[in-house]
């Protein structure tokens, strides 16, 4: 059965104060890793997805990286804005079957 | 491009009743999936429907059923709802022009609370 297992569970940072969360998975044959981003009341907004291990995607604050069993989501210099739950999700198998296996996620909060 | 949209947003409903939610992907999108979230599990893979059928199921109770329509909407159903069944349910919807263009992307959600 596919794993997924996020920590830490929660992390606070103050503004600018860089640090990494991390995902670890367990699935046989990944076909992708992908990053979401949950804010309170609302569905997860869709961040990077990573192929294969070595390959690493970037988006302002946020750089997202992959190895064979895990994955890190890298948050340099973050704002309060980028406070929210970040969710890590697989998909794994053959074919074009769409199911994520998700992590619990990490509560990120980024004070003043 | 319009996103995912999920309605009603919000439903409140008691044990015994029934309840259906409903989905609009993404134009040009095929599949529909669907996902519990609760504070406890977390989400939770329901379904996913493509071009009409149920192609992937997760381990939920017979209870919960779905389906999908030609123009890609899809609807899940919870019959006999039990207090557990309070959550929200989201639905995401996909590409899946090849393998690789599989991102999913979720809508809003529709937030049931069960009395």
């Keep these: ?112 | 491009k319009a996103g995912v949209t999920q309605t009603p947003r919000y439903l409140i409903k008691t044990r015994g009743q029934q309840v259906t939610l409903s989905c609009s992907p993404i134009s040009g999108h095929r599949s529909v999936s669907w996902y519990q979230q609760t504070p406890g599990q977390g989400l939770q893979f329901l379904f996913e429907y493509f071009s009409e059928t149920q192609r992937n199921k997760g381990n939920f109770p017979g209870r919960f059923s779905g389906r999908q329509f030609s123009n890609s909407r899809s609807e899940m159903n919870v019959s006999t709802l039990e207090l557990g069944d309070s959550a929200l349910y989201l639905c995401a919807s996909s590409l899946v022009a090849r393998a690789s263009y599989n991102e999913q992307f979720f809508g809003p959600g529709t937030r049931l609370t069960v009395l």
């Design chain 1, 1 to 112: 059965e596919d794993q997924v297992t996020q920590s830490p569970e929660a992390l606070r940072l103050q503004e600018g104060e860089s640090s990494s969360l991390n995902c670890s998975y367990t699935v046989s044959g990944l076909r992708g890793l992908f990053w979401y981003r949950q804010d309170p009341g609302k569905g997860p907004e869709f961040l990077f997805t990573l192929y294969s291990a070595g390959e690493e995607k970037e988006k302002e604050r946020l750089k997202a990286t992959l190895t064979k069993k895990e994955s890190f989501l890298h948050i340099t210099a973050p704002k309060p804005e980028d406070s929210a739950t970040y969710l890590c999700a697989v998909q794994a198998g053959t074919g074009t079957a769409s199911k994520l296996t998700f992590g619990t996620g990490t509560r990120l909060q980024v004070t003043l």
